[in-house]
């Protein structure tokens, strides 16, 4: 039996803002999250690109010691956008402790800011070195921190899924707790994803010449998707959550349904790690649409992954291409915030979300002449007024890793 | 290193690192004070750095069924003893 799913609640930390309004405002104002590179001992004064999508505002986290203890700043982020969503949620905790509430939840590497304590204590030829580790050190760092650090602040017993995908991360928390509903193992799933800032993830994709260098002193004119003069992605810091439900369970407690999510899918290349791929990109869409059980013809807004690298971009644009011609609006939401990384999937569905609610499309930020190469798609240029009534998330990751969610307004 | 030193370095540990303020002697503190076993580790290694030597793996076993700050107090001291701290 399938069952329908729905989100309830939502809550992201991004670089254009945190609360709904301030999300909302940033998209109609053309607001930027992107500023210089804050300054650290380790890479900053050797990459070449010098502009971060930063969370440039204060968080409260009135967080326990005994939660604390055990939280990297990735995890400070997810429990933050987890705590923010049930509590809008207002469900019981009877429900949240039931095990029919799980959590899928995942950041692109845990804490590399923990990780870099830890290896600074081997290198750092003390005689303390191994004892200087700390006993959390692990819990703090480890690729399912973030999903463990909520199970244990908001106790909750359900099924743990924590992928660690890097950019299609939250994509897939969403796709498989949407699954792990629709196909009867949990009546309810937290699901997102979180990264912090991280300039490692900055000198990886500055080494694969991959990171925007040419912004550098105007880092909001940058990352550029579609744009004929984008010059490469920029790495972003953030967070996520959304709450799923079953949609019959959140009919009968009076939850308010922010939108369906409606199909799924994720797929590989199967070949190359880095170099994008039309043919995986198109079969991802092809399957998801599938899975929706929908045609193309009612797909209404595409939130394209569209990093603004030169060859990504022209990837994604021929494959939107292939499967929808010039039917739905695309934009690139990655021009107001850079690449939030492992967040980015979530935050992009919860502005799809926002959108859908509001009844607008926010352009694609510094698209200012399309590159040719990509002007096969009906690029939402400006703000518009206009109701989403079926949009699609797209996002792809190293690996070779490929998703496409789609929503549909209820 | 008298015994009294000792419960004053511990009570000071729990108050700056555990954020537990002047808990009973004989307090149990994981039902009492939340003291749960990751703060048990983090404890030993504070220990550490009191007595300024690593323990033992023999040491921190022993030190497994500890609940108490009167227990942490005896714990220590048998260890100051070994090292002729005291």
Known sequence: MERRVVVTAASAITPIGHAKDELIHSLINGKSGVKKIRGDDLLTDRVESQVFGTVGYPIDFSFKRKYRKTMGPVAFYACQVVKEALESAGLAQEFISSGRLGVAFGSTHGSPTVQRQIYEHFFSGSEEKFSAIGAVDYLKSMVHTTAVNITKMFEITGRVISSSTACTTSSQSIGYGYEAIKYGMQDAMVCGGADEYDTTTVAVFDNLLACSTEYNQTPHLTPRPFDTKRDGLVVGEGAGAVLLEEYEFAKKRGANILGEVIGFWCGNNGGDLILPNMDGIKETIVQGLKNAGIGPEDVDFVSAHATATKMGDVAESMAIAKVYGKGPCVTGLKGYMGHTMGSCGVIETIITLYMMEKGFMAPTLNLEEVDPRCDTIRHTGRLRETPIKIASIQNFAFGGVNTSLFLKKV | ?86
């Not at chain 2, 954020?19 to 009492?32: A, F, R, S």
């Not at chain 2, 939340?34 to 007595?51: P, R």
């Open chain 2, 1 to 86: 290193m008298t015994r009294d030193e000792i419960k004053k370095n511990i009570l000071q540990i729990f108050e700056t690192e555990f954020e537990i303020v002047n808990p009973g002697l004989d307090d149990n503190l994981t039902e009492e004070h939340d003291f749960d076993s990751i703060d048990a580790l983090e404890l030993l290694g504070e220990i550490e750095k009191m007595l300024d030597s690593e323990l033992t793996r023999q040491e921190k076993k022993d030190a497994m069924e500890i609940r108490t700050v009167n227990q942490i107090c005896d714990y220590v001291v048998s260890l100051a003893e070994k090292r002729t701290l005291i």
